[in-house]
């Protein structure tokens, strides 16, 4: 099992900046991605930002260029999403994700969620 603990959400205006933080504990495999999604009111959770263990990274084309994805490896596998110029349509709960690889076999991991809202 993986354990995942979010921390870093609030409320902030219009162009500010937060900085989310996820701690992974755990069954941790040496090839994994981990990552962040969010969920506004009803729509579906989708994609903002991954980065693999290597440190490869993919956005979302809705947050390139203002949201920085990073991660640590020692001596905790953490994630860090850097979110600056925010506008009230980033206002949803994020997610932390991690994604254990086996060959071609996967395992996701979810955090409990932490609300970001952005005031216009």
């Known amino acids: 099992q993986v354990q995942l603990v979010e921390s870093g959400g609030g409320l902030v205006q219009a162009g500010g900046s937060l900085r989310l933080s996820c701690a992974a504990s755990?069954?941790?495999?040496?090839?994994?991605?981990m990552g962040w999604f969010r969920q506004a009111p009803g729509k579906q959770r989708e994609l903002v930002a991954t980065i693999t263990n290597s440190g490869i990274t993919n956005y979302a084309d809705s947050v390139k260029g203002r949201i920085v994805i990073s991660r640590n490896n020692n001596p905790k596998n953490t994630v860090y999403l850097q979110m600056n110029s925010l506008k009230p349509e980033d206002t949803a709960v994020y997610y932390c994700n991690l994604r254990n690889w086996y060959i071609t076999i996967s395992n996701d991991y979810w955090g409990q969620g932490t609300q970001v809202t952005v005031s216009s």
């Open positions: 755990g069954s941790i495999f040496s090839t994994n991605t």
